[in-house]
């Protein structure tokens, strides 16, 4: 569910909202009372909400595990997982593609699958290839739930802030520095990500017991879409999905898989 605390904001979303009904999404608009009823610990900040998009068909899940599973579904077909192992560049000038690593080792392919997050950029132009990707800097917090913790995913667009229930932790997420390269945790803007989410929801989770927080950087395009097609002979591009890497991923996968399948 996303909240908006102007009717001018609601407005506006009820536009872009009516293109993904158009196209077969399950968006419904809701009041301040509808939203409550959705989501009861919404009851305290109901005076400040002027409307809701809720989308009841969607559903909230924890990435972690679901990288946990795609491995494990990788190893028992067979396949091979090398962490810390840095790429520095890609070859794609001989009859098979190949990757090099820091140590010069080199693995050769028939397809290469670039999806290396921001880093695909600096290895795209290592085969003359310009990917336009810039950094986009997120937080996120995990706490424990407070007394008024939402069950259902709430997006905050006003402070631009989310909260995510994933089983006994509170997930909260937000900010956006663009062009920002540095992944540590910056302890100013940690606090200016837990102060926005208690002006949110003072009582979704137990701020004070958050963990240390993290960053992470997004892969953004211009236009917010992934960058999913070949970019050189053996050589196919998965990257670009900003923030919502997750949300893309099955579908962005299946798009590639038939790039691979049509090679």
């Not at 986009?136 to 939402?150: E, H, L, Q, R, V």
């Not at 997420?173 to 390269?181: F, I, K, S, T, V």
Request: hydrophobic share 50%; with cysteine; proline share 8%.
């Amino acid at each position: 569910m996303i909240l908006y605390r102007s009717a001018k904001s609601f407005a506006a979303a009820r536009a872009i909202a009516a293109d993904k009904i158009a196209g077969g999404a399950d968006l419904r608009f809701v009041d301040a009372d509808g939203a409550v009823a959705v989501e009861p610990a919404l009851a305290a900040i109901a005076p400040h909400i002027a409307g809701a998009v809720h989308a009841p068909g969607e559903e909230v899940g924890d990435p972690f595990r679901f990288c946990q599973g795609a491995a494990a579904a990788l190893a028992a077909a067979g396949g091979d997982i090398c962490c810390r192992t840095a790429i520095t560049r890609i070859e794609a000038d001989g009859t098979r593609p190949a990757v090099v690593s820091g140590d010069g080792a080199r693995l050769a392919a028939d397809r290469i699958i670039l999806c290396a997050g921001v880093a695909s950029a600096g290895l795209a132009r290592t085969i003359g290839v310009r990917l336009p990707i810039l950094p986009m800097k997120g937080y996120s917090i995990t706490a424990p739930p407070g007394p008024a913790a939402p069950t259902v995913s709430v997006t905050d667009a006003a402070n631009r802030v989310v909260f995510a229930r994933l089983a006994g932790r509170m997930r909260i997420a937000g900010l956006a520095d663009l062009g920002q390269r540095d992944p540590a945790v910056d302890p100013a803007r940690l606090a200016a990500l837990i102060a926005g989410a208690r002006a949110a929801l003072p009582d979704a989770a137990d701020y004070g017991a958050a963990g240390p927080g993290w960053a992470g950087l997004r892969p953004m395009t211009p236009d917010s879409l992934p960058i999913t097609c070949p970019i050189a002979p053996g050589v196919i591009a998965n990257t670009g999905h900003g923030a919502l890497g997750w949300t893309y991923a099955a579908g962005s996968a299946e798009r590639v898989a038939a790039l691979v399948a049509a090679c």
